[in-house]
């Protein structure tokens, strides 16, 4: 999807919410424009042309985001619950912002939840170190078909499309 048909595709609540979080945080609000970026280049490059579906590349998107907000915001602060909270009330608004299905939806949110956890459990590591780290979540990644499945896997990521 091009930048401009995001833009297009914006209504006024959805950009006056997008602006409460630029003034309510704006270090935070930085670090994850940055994280954006970087995750979505790496995707791209990890996975071409396939991070936008419901597959695996998907799940390692998400949670790889997840990761790079939280990363990135730990350089303005040392309060981990205030990063986690932020890394997960900002991702949470985006599955609000651009709605899926609500099985895609369910897998979004969990994937998200896994790379909060694996920051909170890891802490340290370079870029390149969560991205073979994510890779390697991959070869357990767990397809799954209805909403229920989900609680069945608190731990893997999970994908809904091969």
Known sequence: ????????????RQLKSLLLFLIKHPFFFISTLKA??????????????????????NAFRHALWNI?????????SRKKHKIISWTKEFTDWHEDF???????????LHNNCIGRELFLKILKCTDKQWVILLKKQLRDAVQ??????????????VYIES
């Not at 651009?98 to 979004?108: A, Q």
């Open 144 to 157: 799954i078909v209805s909403v229920d499945d989900v609680v069945n896997y608190p731990t893997q990521l």
């Open 98 to 108: 651009s709605p899926n299905e609500e099985l895609p939806r369910i897998m979004d």
């Open 1 to 12: 999807m091009l930048l401009w048909d995001v833009i297009k595709g914006v209504r006024f």
């Open 68 to 76: 790079f907000i939280a990363k990135q915001c730990s350089l303005f």
């Open 36 to 57: 954006t970026f970087d995750v979505l280049r790496i995707s791209q490059k990890e996975f071409p042309n396939t991070h936008g579906f419901h597959n695996k590349a």
